[in-house]
Structures are given as C-alpha cells and as structure tokens.
C-alpha cells in the first residue's frame, strides 16, 4: 500500500466518535493526518486570500481532499451554506468525497426514486407531491388494487417517522397530515417481506459492492441498525451487487450503503432485487461488527488512490491549459 506523506485531510462532521476515530486511524496508516472539522464553522470569506474559504484548522490552504461523514440540520440557509462550502472546496479543485451534488440527490428521495427509475435500476413505484389530495387518491388507487404504501420523510433516516399506510381489515385510514413531513407527501409501494422480514445494506466503493449485510427485525417491517435490526453477513451474489452498483453510478456517489429488498415478483424483471433507498453519508458501524473488510480503510484508499489521484490529474491539466492560454474548462486553479 502507498504511502501518501504530507497529505492534510479534512473530515466533515458535526460530531466526533467511532466512525471519525476509524477514518482517521485509516488515513495515519496511510501517512496522511486528518482532523474534523464542523461544516458550521467553515466560511466563506472574499478577503481570505487566495481563495476565499476558512476551513479551521487550514489556514490560508485548502485540505487536500475532503471526507464528508456529516452535515448537521439546520434551516435551509444554514444547510445550503453548509452544501455550498462543499461545492466551493470542488470548484477550488479539492477531491470532496462524497460530491456535494451527488449528496445532495441521495439526501432528496425523491430525487433519488427519479435518478433510479431513469436508470433503469429496479425501485418499487414511487409518488411525491406537495398535494395532500393527489397522495390520497395514489394511497385509494394503491388500496383498490390490494397494495400498501410507505410514506417516509423526504430527508428522513434511520428510520424514522416512516408510516405504512393502506386497507386493514377491509379498512383504509386516512393519509395522516402532512405537517409531520413538512408538507410533502413521499409515497414509496410498500414491498411485502412476508414473516421472516429482511433487507439488505450493501457497501459499494468506487464503482465495486464491496461487503453486504442482511438486516432484520428491528421495529417491525422497519428494518434499520438504528432501529434495533440484527445484523448478520450476507453473500454478494451477482444481481445484489450489480443493482447496488447500478444504484450507486445513477446518483453519481464515490461511495455509498445501498438499501435492498427482495423482489416479491419473481416475473418482474428477472427477480433482481429493489432498491428502496441509496445512502451518500452512510455509517458503516453495523456492517462493520458482521464483516471483515476494514470499511473505513477501503473508504480512505479509494479516496486517496481513486478520487484524490484524478482530481490531481485534472487539476495539471487545468494549469496546462491556463498556462498555454487555452480557455479553462473550469476554475480549478489552486494556488
Ligand atoms: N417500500 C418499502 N417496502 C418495504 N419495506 C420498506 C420500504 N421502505 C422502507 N422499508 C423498510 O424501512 C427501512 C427504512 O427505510 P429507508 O427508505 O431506508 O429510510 P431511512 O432513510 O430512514 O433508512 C428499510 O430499510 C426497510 O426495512
Ligand atoms: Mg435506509
């Protein structure tokens, strides 16, 4: 393995713990040295030559590439200040591991279920409006035709707030309000698991399904580690990785924890399994307890080898140009 001495890394997250303390244990094996930083403390600042930006901890430099592990909620200004210091590290030339962009559509769901559906990547029939009275009828039609529906925050995690909506005892309740889900009605089909109820997290990495775990119980159909799920390995068979890694390419994510479930429909498409969702900030601590890869060591060498080793490549080539008066492709100069 190369060593990369020198190399200043910055880890974005708004908490430290287990997973930073992995990140930068892997990076110090690697030779480089990584500190966090709160993407609340960053700036942006004009007068903060050369380029623009305070990154604590960097002074006047800019991290050599960049781990993205957190963001914090905060009001729209506050997260789209946060998402812009990202993009502003990318447009600077710095490696931002996940992209801001990419982050950004895995956070949206909604985005997500369009980026996959246009892909062609198996992902249950998914609704999402701002019309309490159009998620209704879909909630009746889904009814009428025997089907439940999953209605999911649409930056939601872990697990949380998730309903599953439809006919019980011949019975349909109505959809709940839609204040909980800041007014947006997220309508995902609901794929039945039967009584031994799973799914599967899969860790892809640079364009490979690397490890695979099944995750079942937890709170009831809800099968989340954040939730209580057991987690055991689970064999990366051929249709579970590609579709992962299809998932993954779709939302254009170095990385990324793919959620699975099998396909009840064995005719519909070949029986590969459904993604119900693709996770750009993933933690890894439950995969980890079930397999033996060192996650956070594959995470840090595809950042290092991959990511860091192309946006270098990029960024001569920016200054090649710059320096033979050819128009720039685009401002990645650094200083
Ligand atoms: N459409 C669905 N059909 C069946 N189970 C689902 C569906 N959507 C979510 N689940 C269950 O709920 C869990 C959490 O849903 P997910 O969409 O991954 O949201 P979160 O971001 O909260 O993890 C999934 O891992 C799965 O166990
Ligand atoms: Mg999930």
Redesign the pocket.
């Known amino acids: 393995m190369m060593t990369t001495p020198n190399l200043r890394i910055a880890i974005m997250t708004d908490e430290t713990g287990w997973h930073t303390g992995r990140l930068k244990r892997a990076f110090r094996a690697r030779g480089a040295e990584a500190r966090c930083v709160d993407l609340a403390d960053c700036r942006i600042d004009t007068t903060w030559l050369p380029h623009g930006l305070v990154i604590p901890g960097f002074g006047r430099a800019l991290p050599d590439a960049v781990f993205v592990r957190g963001i914090a909620g905060g009001t729209f200004e506050q997260v789209t200040l946060r998402l812009g210091i990202l993009h502003a590290l990318r447009e600077s030339g710095v490696p931002v591991y996940n992209d801001a962009r990419a982050i950004e559509r895995s956070v949206d ?1 909604s985005m997500t279920s369009f980026l996959l559906h246009r892909a062609g990547v198996p992902t ?1 029939a998914t609704w999402a409006g701002e019309s309490a009275a159009f998620a209704q009828r879909v909630l009746m039609r889904e009814a009428a035709a025997g089907r ?3 209605l ?2 649409l930056f ?7 309903k ?1 909506l439809g006919a019980r005892g011949g019975l349909l309740a109505p959809l709940p309000s839609l204040a909980r889900y800041r007014q947006v009605a997220y309508l ?6 039967g009584r031994s ?3 599967w ?1 899969v860790l892809v990495i640079g364009g490979n399904a690397v490890a695979a775990m099944r ?1 079942s119980g ?1 709170k009831g ?4 580690v ?2 209580g ?1 057991r987690c055991e390995p689970a064999e990366l068979t051929v249709p579970l990785a590609q579709t992962a890694v299809r998932a993954t390419a779709a939302l254009g994510l170095d990385y990324a924890g793919v ?1 699975l ?1 099998p396909n009840p429909d064995p005719a519909d498409d070949a029986a590969l399994p ?1 993604v ?2 693709v ?1 750009g900030v993933a933690a890894w601590r439950g995969l980890q307890s079930v397999v033996p890869l060192d996650v956070a060591a594959a995470l840090v060498d595809d950042l290092l080898d991959r990511k860091l080793a192309a946006q270098r490549r990029a960024n001569q080539q920016a200054e090649q140009a710059d320096s033979d008066g050819l128009p720039k492709q685009s401002p990645q100069r650094r200083a």
Request: net charge positive; glycine share 16%.
């Open positions: 769901k249950p439940q529906v999953v999911k925050p939601g995690s872990q697990g949380h707030g998730l599953r995902q089909r609901f794929v039945a698991g109820g799973f799914d997290r995750r937890g159909w809800i099968h989340n954040a939730q799920a959620d479930i459904l119900l969702e996770n």
